[in-house]
């Protein structure tokens, strides 16, 4: 669509990035990080802490995130608030410019940070505004782009924003997963002690041998392992096309599914038979937010495209067993259909934002799954009980 022409208001003076909406739609900003342009779906994400955790989740390859709270960067980067190594998020909107860091833990700001790791940032935008407009009227595929002298082909841009084919039918999960098998070392953080003395397990547990997990990386979030490590697991990472064969011939006591980005129907077409037959040999299996979508695939559930998805460190999910309610973390664009659950799988928690499914069970209990990020502790430990029971039944 070369003679596309986007409707917007004057470029004001002084910007020097924009977002070119699908729509046509322009958004007027000031550019930060990598100058250049790159595309994706554009969501919101609630939380008022964690940008760099948000960045580094690997769940958000192919989006650019808005956060609602305004003071993005504030408290700068360091090494250890990462769940890869580097970026996944394509982008960041926020509504100030970041500012110099006020932190003890602080090595580096947010945008020299962003440079080095060729992501883009777009401030100075009415972040407010652009959240409703995703609420009402769904998530949008976008560009982003940041140029020093301000100078940009909008015509150009938003004939890649109407190019891009969108997240619905896209496997990420390839392209952000372990390409090798490694074990994973090291529990979870703490101050002054960070990760290297942070486990709190001493010794091994079962008399010198931890039940061993294996985790398969359809796109993990680091602290997952980490926890996996916290209640007394013993853990290796094989890539998300790894076969049965691969998976068995490491003796696992249990299978973990880790969450990851893209459409899980598009990644089930190579995930979800492993995962069957993995269910077969009757090991305990858990699964987290995409390895709770593939496992629902798996059990012969569906999944749909949600209209704005959910991401925020403050969602509520009940537990139906007994009414109890987790204060969460969410990322996910895709859900499980809760009327497709089939005979012999439970629900076993709903969100209390809007009723979807947040959890399911196999009769049993030998395979259960959570659509949330027990890992990231909003509530702050509300959720860590799955983890412990998930090693428990391993022991």
Not at 117 to 128: C, E, Q, S
Not at 134 to 140: L, Q
Not at 147 to 173: H, I, K, N, T, Y
Not at 217 to 223: A, E, I, L, V
Request: glycine share 14%.
């Amino acid at each position: 669509m070369a003679d596309a022409k986007p409707s917007h208001a004057p470029q004001p003076d002084g910007a020097t990035g924009v977002l070119v909406l699908a729509s046509g739609e322009v958004v007027w900003g000031r550019g930060f990080g990598v100058e250049g342009h790159a595309v994706g779906e554009v969501c919101f994400h609630t939380a008022m802490t964690g940008y760099q955790e948000i960045m580094t989740d690997p769940s958000f390859a192919g989006q650019m995130v808005c956060f609602t709270f305004p003071h993005i960067g504030n408290v700068g980067v360091n090494p250890d608030d990462v769940e890869a190594d580097g970026p996944h998020a394509v982008g960041a909107i926020v509504r100030e410019m970041p500012t110099e860091p006020s932190n003890f833990r602080s090595v580096e700001r947010l945008d020299g940070w962003m440079r080095r790791h060729t992501r883009i940032g777009l401030a100075g935008v009415d972040t407010r505004a652009l959240t409703r407009r995703i609420r009402e009227r769904g998530a949008p595929n976008a560009v982003i782009a940041h140029s020093a002298s301000g100078v940009f082909d909008l015509a150009f841009l938003l004939d890649r924003a109407r190019g891009w084919p969108g997240l619905e039918g896209m496997d990420l999960a390839r392209d952000v997963s372990t390409e090798t098998h490694y074990g994973w070392e090291g529990g979870v953080w703490r101050l002054g002690f960070g990760y290297e003395g942070g486990s709190s397990v001493e010794g091994e547990a079962n008399g010198g041998a931890r039940p061993h997990v294996v985790a398969v990386d359809y796109g993990s979030k680091r602290n997952i392992f980490r926890s996996l490590v916290e209640a007394g697991a013993k853990v290796s990472v094989v890539p998300a096309t790894a076969s049965f064969e691969t998976v068995m011939a490491l003796e696992p006591d249990g299978i973990f599914l880790s969450n990851g980005p893209g459409d899980p129907a598009a990644t089930g077409a190579y995930a979800v038979p492993v995962i069957r037959q993995l269910l077969a040999t009757g090991k305990p299996l858990f699964g987290i937010c995409l390895g709770h979508q593939l496992l629902a695939l798996a059990l012969g559930g569906r999944t749909t495209k949600m209209f704005q998805g959910h991401r925020g460190a403050n969602h509520p999910v009940q537990r139906l067993s007994d009414g109890a309610v987790e204060i969460t973390s969410m990322n996910h664009g895709f859900a499980v259909e809760r009327g497709s659950l089939p005979e012999g799988v439970t629900e076993t928690h709903v969100s209390l934002f809007d009723g979807s499914n947040a959890g399911l069970e196999l009769d049993g209990g030998r395979a259960f799954s959570v659509q949330y990020h027990p890992e990231a502790s909003p509530g702050p430990q509300d959720s860590m009980y799955l983890f412990e029971r998930f090693v428990g039944t391993l022991r």
